[in-house]
């Protein structure tokens, strides 16, 4: 299923820096660089005073980004990992002792392999699996979307839950896209959310105006797939 060209992310609009942040650090991180083989000295000396200015400069963007708050983060994008990115994060927020929630749209009637690990932490991560799977599977639109609309009431308390650092909507962009959910009740939920609660949404097509609203956002590109190229089944532990 293809989807909508990518938007380019210069016309995004652009958060203003926060008070205190200086972007001509941005730029002199750039211009030392990474260092490795990628810096031109060859003499040792000259190289270790290339990577002292450049812990100093990183030194002094870390000190002035001092703002935290709630994300809205975006996994999007043709190419495979949005899932697993977000559900990396999860991984990260129960190994901080926090609580997350994972509510999943579309998918349904099996288990994958990271619900199973993550079982493991017990009431520390809530897991649903609302959906009941591809449209050519259900072949029912009208249940598909009453379905949908139950997950996002699931997923509304979990938004409001102060108790969750982190609340995943796997493949709710998905849903947006064929219309199961409305953009409008999205955007607003994604407001209801206490001050520091994090909201991962993933799945391909995620409209502009989520885009526009999101604090972060990684397109995943297909470059290749070996279901695509080469007609490999989906595998255990790979795709679920």
Aim: proline letters at 6%.
């Amino acid at each position: 299923m293809s989807e909508t060209a990518f938007p380019d992310p210069s016309a995004l609009p652009a958060d203003a820096p926060s008070p205190g942040v200086d972007p001509s650090l941005d730029q002199q991180a750039a211009t030392i660089g990474p260092g490795g083989s990628l810096a031109p000295e060859s003499d040792p000396e000259a190289y270790r005073r290339r990577m002292e200015r450049r812990r100093d400069v990183q030194q002094q963007r870390v000190e002035a980004r001092d703002l935290e708050k709630g994300l809205v983060l975006v996994f999007t994008g043709e190419g495979k990992g949005k899932t697993t990115a977000a559900l990396g994060l999860v991984l990260r927020t129960l190994g901080h002792g926090e609580r997350a929630a994972v509510v999943q749209f579309i998918k349904g009637g099996w288990q994958p392999g990271e619900a199973k690990a993550l079982a493991n932490f017990g009431d520390a991560l809530a897991w649903h699996a609302l959906g009941e799977g591809f449209t050519w599977e259900t072949q029912d639109r009208e249940r598909d979307r009453e379905l949908a609309q139950a997950a996002w009431q699931r997923s509304l308390a979990y938004l409001a839950d102060g108790q969750r650092k982190l609340v995943v909507l796997d493949e709710a962009n998905v849903a947006l896209k064929l219309g199961y959910l409305d953009l409008a009740q999205v955007l607003e939920g994604l407001d209801c959310r206490p001050p520091l609660t994090h909201v991962a949404l993933t799945g391909r097509g995620a409209p502009p105006e989520l885009l526009a609203r999101a604090d972060l956002v990684t397109e995943m590109r297909a470059v290749r797939h070996p279901f695509r190229e080469q007609g490999v089944k989906a595998q255990a532990g790979i795709e679920y």
